[in-house]
């Protein structure tokens, strides 16, 4: 241990005789190791920790109707959900929900949150503990159950953090609601990459978006997602989910229930939510991470040889004094490896700001978006590896060649002939290879980036984007009836219309280009539905 001790204190004192080389080396490394940080960050956040505040996840799945889409419609009915939880015997728990933004009034200035109807064992299938109060009884599910529980952000931001929340009550979308429950924090509901700050019993639909689907057969509008009971694989569960799915269509009639396939897809790649964009991306990225990596290490690795030319003397002094090939070694992997750590600890302090600008790559959106990474054990663990593969990476090839030296024969040449040799020669030209070639990658890919960015700059909409100014709104939670709603959209039409510089103005139910198209069911007049006919 005191010769280690030995070898990191001369490790030291060499990397501080030489401040520019070490400098140069630990930033090349730092740009390096912090890039797959970053995005490792990024997946730690999505697709390793899909719901934040929920540790077990690996047993969760999404359930889907249908064959896999990345942008499916809500697949279930309520009755639908009910007859697969109740018969269920591969799912520890099986829940619902359904989501939207909704009006937080009362007391205090109005405020658009998103929110979620969820099935009363919403919390308990996730293993979800509140911090203040409970959370949903089983007989809440019924209508008219006016009880919710909050997330700790809007406990603290709206609320001051009361600690006598609990009983408290509160106005959604104009209707009383008592406050039961706060969500623990970091946790925000079970979409991913989406927000959710309240969450209300199923049966209240009725009385929160003023929908008439509780019991209605052929209206799909529930997300379910279920946990697998231990030892029971998803084929399996997926095979159950099918036969239940098959008897249910089978036995309805004069009502459209939908395919009876069932897909399960783990949470990491659950086609509701952000990750279904990028399950397929971050793993890409870090890809070219990894190769830019690879470039600073075959770079500082040239370094090391460039550098060992210069101490070639010392190290033949140090090898006919008595010194093992073996500590030549260990003192320069040593040498390297606190070099590695170095730019490693910069790669931090670089990932410590970084991570948190996931976010900023989405298009603008009127969807509670959070997806910005952060620097958590996981993080920590994965550069601490990461930097030290990097180490044997740039320091084995240097250290070894180095330590290949014959003490005479070094001592005798003569200063102008001590240019490190045809071995190293050829080891540094093969660097120098392995560096053009990943730098031509890179600068491939970069430039495929930039074509296909430039490109897409390009393309045709269909419409004209530029001066064009959006603004969402809701009536439904404000008290608006439909009447009155045509109404008001009449007046907010003109009045826009007729303001100064404004060419056009016009209403729409959801803005083109957008992440979802919104659906929703016509009953045209004087129509009766065919037997098992979608509306």
Request: charged share 15%.
């Amino acid at each position: 241990m005191s010769a280690m001790l030995q070898d990191v204190r001369f490790g030291l004192r060499m990397l501080a005789k030489n401040p520019s080389f070490t400098a140069l080396a630990a930033l090349t490394l730092a740009l390096g190791i912090g890039a797959n940080s970053t995005i490792f960050s990024w997946i730690d956040s999505t697709l390793l920790n899909p719901i934040p505040g929920v540790t077990r996840t690996g047993n969760l799945v999404t359930v889907m109707r249908g064959e896999r889409s990345e942008h499916p419609t809500p697949p279930f009915s309520y009755p639908d959900y009910v007859d697969l939880r109740d018969h269920t015997e591969s799912l520890a728990g099986l829940a619902g929900y359904h989501d939207d933004y909704v009006s937080l009034t009362g007391t205090d200035r109005p405020e658009r949150i998103y929110a979620a109807l969820v099935t009363t064992n919403y919390f308990d299938v996730l293993g979800v503990r509140p911090i203040r109060g409970r959370t949903f009884a089983p007989k809440e599910e019924n209508p008219g159950s006016s009880v919710v529980v909050i997330g700790e952000g809007v406990w603290r931001a709206r609320f001051g953090a009361d600690p006598a929340i609990v009983g408290r009550t509160t106005q959604i979308n104009r209707h009383l609601f008592t406050i039961i429950g706060v969500a623990p924090p970091g946790f925000q509901g079970c979409k991913t990459g989406l927000r959710t700050d309240l969450w209300i019993p199923l049966g209240m639909d009725q009385v929160v978006w003023g929908g008439d689907r509780f019991e209605d057969k052929g209206a799909f509008w529930l997300n379910v997602f279920g946990r697998l009971r231990s030892g029971v694989s998803p084929e399996r569960a997926q095979g159950e989910l099918d036969a239940l799915m098959q008897h249910v269509v089978e036995t309805s009639r004069n009502v459209d229930r939908g395919p009876s396939q069932i897909t399960l897809d783990p949470l990491w790649r659950s086609p509701f939510g952000a990750n279904v964009y990028l399950y397929k991306t971050l793993p890409m990225l870090l890809a070219l991470a990894a190769a830019l990596l690879l470039l600073a290490c075959a770079n500082v690795a040239n370094l090391l040889l460039v550098r060992s030319v210069a101490r070639r003397r010392e190290l033949a002094l140090r090898m006919s004094m008595g010194a093992s090939r073996w500590r030549l070694v260990r003192q320069l992997l040593i040498e390297t490896l606190l070099l590695a750590l170095a730019g490693g600890a910069l790669a931090l302090v670089l990932t410590n700001w970084t991570a948190g600008t996931f976010a900023g790559f989405f298009p603008p959106s009127s969807l509670p978006l959070a997806l910005n990474g952060h620097v958590g054990s996981r993080v920590l663990g994965i550069t601490l590896g990461i930097t030290v593969i990097s180490a044997l990476i740039f320091g084995i090839l240097p250290a070894l060649r180095t330590s290949r030296l014959a003490p005479v024969t070094v001592l005798k040449q003569e200063a102008g002939t001590i240019s490190g040799g045809i071995a190293k020669s050829r080891l540094s030209s093969t660097l120098v290879v392995a560096q053009i070639a990943l730098s031509l990658l890179l600068l491939i890919c970069a430039g495929l980036f930039v074509r296909s960015l430039e490109n897409s700059q390009k393309l045709d909409p269909g419409f004209d984007p530029d001066h064009v100014l959006l603004s969402s709104y809701e009536l439904g939670p404000a008290g608006y009836d439909e009447a009155r709603g045509v109404a008001f959209h009449r007046q907010l039409l003109s009045k826009l219309q007729n303001l100064p510089g404004v060419e056009s103005a016009t209403l729409a139910d959801f803005s083109p280009l957008s992440f979802t198209l919104h659906t929703d069911y016509m009953h045209p007049e004087s129509y009766q539905p065919k037997p098992h006919e979608s509306m």
